[in-house]
């Protein structure tokens, strides 16, 4: 059978599993503060997760605990593909989601385990002519320095010591239809940076997440029904109330004006919210107690929820096209706090900041800044899993 189309990690994967032969290899330094438990050796198709065992290393510091082990079925023939390619005298974007194999096999890592990762160097290379150990190579300098300001995190999940490996959603990817595979992989990509940029730049990791967001947000869903009038009252009902106050028509003609001349831009924010709502809405557990100072707890309700989301969207939007950063609060590290768990202590964290702040020359009130990066994170990981769930087929009895 033909390799279907898609990003690179991808058609590799079909590539082995149609029994392609083997053309190569590599072995890549995945580098990471956290330590990993387990390999993934032979659930992956032509991809291997191998453990190297470190030493755990200090809080800010990042190693190199695993190695991904790439073998390479696709042809080669790039002369003869490039020549394809400009036959058709166009561009085709359809199947780039940027990056080398690594680094789209090491995103799908990074979003499958919440872990904080990152391309290392090159270790090990294979040709046919090495034999089955390879050649060693140099990696080359760090590339990515994980960056850490303070000695709190602004994404506290994921700095964790201990992340068992485990491949049971990651090898359902090349079950996916190419066009949904690809959708995860570009949000992978940007989740993963998201995650290791944002103790350093925090604003950079929200509009990273609120892309990768918008791309699954765009791919999950079919064109929408609702008409551009509700859809523009669902997004803006405190201007369609202004403009009702002065028009005693409610189907207003200067309502349907607007609604249609900024459709295209509505449903595109539409999407993202119906998204979020419908996959991620579910709270990290355990929960903070709202009732200490200091520990702000979301209100989880969708009303309440969408409402907030829409903040969130508007601040991305400002950032990119006022350039107006998101409220420093919102980028802020969350507070900690022990709460008891089945008899056990666990660590909860502040979900917002909870209280209107002055800072850097700015003020904000709680509705400007109604959760805060490590709550987004949450919510757009639990949304990308919960909708890769439920596109995945069962896994063949093997």
Known sequence: MPVPKGSSVYRNWHAFTEGYRELGGSEVAILSDATFTGELDGQLGPYAILNTVPDEVPFGRHGAPLVARIMWHLDQD?????????????????????????????????????????VGGRVREFYPSDGPR?????PGPDAHPLIVRGHRPVIPRAVRRQVPLNASLLATFPLLTW???????????????????????????????????????????????????????????????QIDSVDTDPASAVISMVARRFATTMRVKRRFLDFLLKYGAVPPMPRPVPSLVGHFALDWSLPTLETALKTVYDCRSRALHDSVPFPAPMCEAPSS?????????????????????????????????????????????????????????????R
């Open 78 to 118: 790039l002369a003869a593909n490039a020549a394809h390619v400009f036959s058709e005298a166009r561009q085709d974007v359809s199947s780039y989601v940027g990056g080398t194999v690594a680094d789209q096999l090491i995103a799908l890592i990074a979003l499958t385990h919440e872990a904080r990762v990152a």
């Open 134 to 138: 390879g050649s060693p190579c140099d």
């Open 179 to 241: 066009e949904d595979a690809r959708a995860i992989s570009r949000a992978a990509r940007m989740y993963r940076r998201a995650l290791w940029l944002a103790d350093d730049d925090p604003q950079l990791s929200w509009l990273l997440l609120v892309g990768a967001a918008e791309t699954l947000a765009t791919q999950s869903s079919n064109a929408t029904s609702t008409d551009d009038v509700s859809l523009f009252r669902s997004l803006e009902p405190d201007l369609c109330n």
């Open 337 to 397: 706090q022990m709460v008891r768990v089945a008899a056990r202590e666990e660590v909860a964290w502040s979900e917002q900041p909870g209280h209107a702040t002055y800072a850097y020359d700015a003020v904000w009130m709680v509705k400007d800044m109604p959760m805060n990066l490590a709550t987004f994170a949450h919510i757009v990981r639990t949304a990308a899993v919960q909708w890769w769930q439920e596109l995945a087929p069962p896994l063949p009895f």
